[in-house]
């Protein structure tokens, strides 16, 4: 994976500088970062740069609680097919007051 991240996707990846990630290294990050804040064509790209695979394991082994409860729900059930699998929302979920 020797792939560069697009700069389009800095504001995405607002908490780092792009040209300092590694597709490797830092993939929970750019994984749940991009599946939260990212629309279509930059979930096109993580499919590109990751499989599906690694993305559902990502999402499973590592949760972080970046997410809103719908897109928790279109994340987990259709984008990643999770639809079957148990997740603990409160990992994912952050609560908004």
Do not use: C
């Amino acid at each position: 994976m020797n792939k560069k991240i697009p700069k389009y996707l800095q504001g995405i990846l607002w908490s780092a500088n792009i040209k300092n990630l590694d597709l490797e290294k830092d993939k929970n990050y750019i994984i749940h970062q991009v599946l939260m804040y990212g629309d279509f064509s930059d979930i096109k790209w993580l499919f590109q740069s990751y499989s599906l695979k690694i993305v559902q394991s990502v999402f499973i082994a590592s949760p972080k609680k970046v997410y809103t409860k719908p897109i928790f729900k279109l994340t987990k059930d259709f984008i990643l097919g999770l639809k079957e699998t148990n997740l603990d929302e409160k990992k994912y979920v952050r609560t908004l007051f």
